[in-house]
């Protein structure tokens, strides 16, 4: 089975601030990884699929990078909106999601 | 619109079963890959099984093989997942997700979750 790891596991960040949350494979998966966002009490929803196509009504301010096995999802401009917890997951060999990244207010 | 929504959560003794329910609309649901993914409370999303938009290919992760059974009935738009022998570590929200029309694809819909609790 393909384990995904991210890192890190949390992190503080202000509002405006750049932010990246990277993720492994471990092993190739080509381009096959996307990118979630949860917010307490809510189902996720797709930021990003095949590493760096972004879900349609998603602000540009995320992007998504890599292919093979590291991954990147960037903040360009943190929003307060964007507090939440973010989730990588690969599809390439059945599915394995991430253990997640929460972005908390510094 | 999309609709995905589950049903059929609840509380169950260990060693019990349970059958939860996704009823689709808003889409062409013979045309589309549909998973299960699980989060027990405070932890992090854990897939559990796919299946496919005829239903003739399914898989599922390690944790659940040989007691969890997902299927589909195209002609009602839903999805199932028959839950059996079920232990305190599948106590979780439940969720629903669209996978894309090959297996590829990400989860692009979601349910709003059942919730499951397995305890005495």
Redesign the interface.
């Known amino acids: 089975d393909i384990q995904m790891t991210q890192s890190p596991s949390s992190l503080s960040a202000s509002v405006g601030d750049r932010v990246t949350i990277t993720c492994r494979a471990s092993q190739s998966i080509s381009i096959y990884l996307n990118w979630y966002q949860q917010k307490p009490g809510k189902a996720p929803d797709l930021l990003i699929y095949a590493a760096s196509s972004l879900q349609s009504g998603v602000p540009s301010r995320f992007s998504g990078s890599g292919s093979g096995t590291d991954f990147t999802l960037t903040i360009s401009s943190l929003q307060p909106e964007d507090f939440a917890t973010y989730y990588c997951q690969q599809s390439y060999s059945t599915s394995t999601f991430g253990g997640g990244t929460k972005v908390e207010i510094k | 619109e999309v609709q995905l929504v589950e049903s059929g959560g609840g509380l169950v003794q260990p060693g019990g079963s349970l059958r939860l329910s996704c009823a689709a609309s808003g889409f062409t649901f013979s045309s589309y890959w549909m998973?299960w993914?699980r989060q027990a409370p405070g932890k992090?999303?854990?897939?559990v099984s796919?299946i496919n938009g005829d239903g003739s290919s399914t898989?599922y992760?390690?944790s659940v093989k040989g007691r969890f059974t997902i299927s589909r009935d195209n002609a009602k738009n839903t999805l199932y997942l028959q839950m059996n022998s079920l232990r305190a570590e599948d106590t979780a929200m439940y969720?629903c997700a669209r996978?894309?029309r090959n297996?590829?694809?990400?989860?692009?819909y979601?349910?709003?979750?059942t919730l499951v609790a397995v305890s005495s």
Do not use: E, F, I, T
């Open positions: 998973h993914v992090g999303l854990v897939w796919r898989s992760a390690d969720y996978g894309g297996s590829l694809g990400p989860g692009d979601w349910g709003q979750g």
